[in-house]
Structures are given as C-alpha cells and as structure tokens.
C-alpha cells in the first residue's frame, strides 16, 4: 500500500485517497469537514494540539518525507527539528507491506466525541515475528502526543500475551498524564494500559 501526500495538499483530498490506511481516513473523519477542506498537510502538521490523533497516526508509522533539497527524513526527525526543517519539507511517502498492522482505539465522554486517551500502534511482521513495533498515545502528557518505539528491543519476538504485558507495563511507566476535568491522571494512566493490551491482544487474535 503506497501513497505519497503532498505539503500542500488539503486534510479533504488525503481523506479521499484510495490507498490511505482506514485508520489514518478513520481519525481524519473525525475532524470535520471545514477543518479538513480548509487545512492543508503541512499545517496540520504546524498545529500538532490541534490535530493531535492524525499527527499520532502518521508517527506511529514514522514514514519517510522529502525535502525540497532532496534529503529524505523519517517523520519523527522532521517533527523534532520543525523550526528548521518544516520550512523545507515537500512530501510525504507511505509504504505499507499487506501485512502491517495499523490499530486505533480510545476512550472518550465527551459531548463531540473527543479522546480522553488514544493508543494507536504499528506492527510490521517479518513471518509472524516483529520486526517494527511503535505505539502512540494522546492525552497521557502535555505534549500532544507520546511515542515509544520498541523495535529494537523486541525485534524476532513473537507478539504473545506475556509480552503484551511487558510493553503495557513499559509504556505505563514512561507516560507521564496530568490531571484535567475530562479525566484524572490515574484514570488516563489505567486506560492507556487496557487500550494497549487491547489493541495488541486483539492484532494477535486478527480482530483487527
């Protein structure tokens, strides 16, 4: 699955490419249709609070972009160093195998729906085993999202129920949630560890 997104195409056109992921098309549904027909990529990449779960999607896969000089850079990079670097950024690649695995899951109560947590996590197999596993959050810090990449340190594993629950635990750990009126930091704290488990048990069990 190969698309390539451009910085100056609009939120609305890369919601109706053919060959974007369902999760990617899924969280730029939830944003509405003005906001989507009236932002472009590149500003929605600018304004990370306010499209906080399309940012997390995309670095979970952490694709490759280009810039207008002919250097390529892993998404993440260019996000670290975006004052210098987004200025020069041109497009964006996805490649995904068949059998790469995107999930989504949250928990909202809010009026529009909005997430008082969000996991989303990427996993690439190589014959059942991972080769690349990395998982997002939103609302565990006050950065507008949080990423652990775990590829190295579990690459040639198989993604069974004890392992599941070392990352969970992991990824517990490394959070840092704050306390707000949707919802404290010990609830977000122990949602972030059910949607992980969650997603990750259910990607073992091909629910997803």
Do not use: H
């Not at 910085?7 to 919601?15: A, D, F, K, R, S």
């Not at 250097?71 to 990079?77: A, F, I």
């Not at 690349?132 to 340190?153: H, M, N, Q």
């Amino acid at each position: 699955m190969k698309s390539t997104i451009t910085c100056t195409e609009t939120l609305e056109t890369i919601y109706t490419q053919k060959d974007l992921p369902s999760v990617l098309q899924g969280l730029l549904r939830q944003i509405t249709y003005q906001e989507r027909v009236e932002t472009n990529f590149l500003t929605s990449l600018r304004a990370k609070n306010s499209f906080s779960e399309w940012v997390a999607g995309l670095i979970a896969i952490n694709p490759m972009t280009s810039l207008t000089n002919g250097k390529k850079l892993p998404l993440t990079t260019l996000l670290e160093n975006e004052a210098d670097l987004l200025k020069e950024f041109k497009e964006l690649q996805l490649d995904l195998d068949e059998a790469d695995l995107l999930t989504y899951d949250k928990v909202s109560n809010t009026p529009r729906g909005q997430p008082i947590v969000s996991v989303i996590a990427y996993v690439k197999f190589n014959r059942e085993m991972i080769e690349k596993l990395r998982i997002t959050a939103t609302g565990v810090s006050k950065s507008p999202y949080f990423l652990a990449d775990y590829s190295k340190e579990i690459a040639g594993k198989l993604l069974g129920a004890p392992l599941i629950k070392i990352i969970s635990d992991k990824f517990s750990k490394a959070i840092i949630p704050i306390d707000t009126y949707m919802g404290s930091a010990a609830y977000r704290r122990e949602m972030t560890v059910v949607l992980v488990e969650r997603i990750l048990s259910n990607t073992i069990n091909g629910e997803m």
